[in-house]
């Protein structure tokens, strides 16, 4: 695995080599690396990895910090297939939805499972476009794209 500049870390009390095995298995591009003993800090482990492309590290080690919102990992999907088939992967085995595209894995790891175009859409110039989108987002718990779209078109009922 090549060392980039910027590469995301999480920590696990004791399920990282887990965690990263199910989300390997759920996105293309990815695998599980290597997972490495740290011999010298008890059952601590090591896990390098690579989730559609972009590298990551994970530790188990006793006493980490809980997840929380404070930092989530955004999956833009290309259609309403893909997104349904990553939050529902997502999902299993003990995640939970939240609202406005948000879930829990797990872990307890958030994601955003997002469509491609929403931040385009609610960063359109015009208000009235980007204030229909917004509106209609904090409606939803699993986006539907479709519904966004039409939010945006300003064809919605």
């Not at 595209?101 to 609610?122: A, T």
């Not at 015009?126 to 300003?154: C, H, I, N, Q, W």
Request: net charge negative; hydrophobic share 40%.
């Amino acid at each position: 695995m090549t060392i980039q500049k910027i590469t995301p870390f999480l920590w696990y009390s004791e399920e990282a080599e887990e965690a990263s095995a199910f989300y390997a298995d759920i996105f293309p591009d990815s695998r599980v690396v290597r997972v490495t003993a740290v011999t010298s800090a008890g059952s601590t482990k090591l896990v390098e990895f690579v989730l559609s492309g972009q590298p990551f590290f994970a530790m188990s080690s006793g006493g980490g910090d809980s997840f929380n919102h404070s930092v989530s990992l955004v999956v833009s999907c290309d259609d309403q297939e893909e997104l349904d088939r990553y939050w529902n992967a997502l999902l299993e085995g003990g995640g939970s939805p939240e609202a406005c595209g948000w879930l829990k894995d797990r872990f307890g790891v958030s994601w955003q499972i997002v469509p491609s175009d929403l931040i385009p859409m609610m960063s359109d110039p015009d208000p009235v476009k980007a204030t229909r989108v917004a509106e209609a987002m904090m409606k939803m718990v699993k986006f539907d794209a479709a519904t966004l779209r039409a939010a945006y078109s300003g064809t919605t009922d």
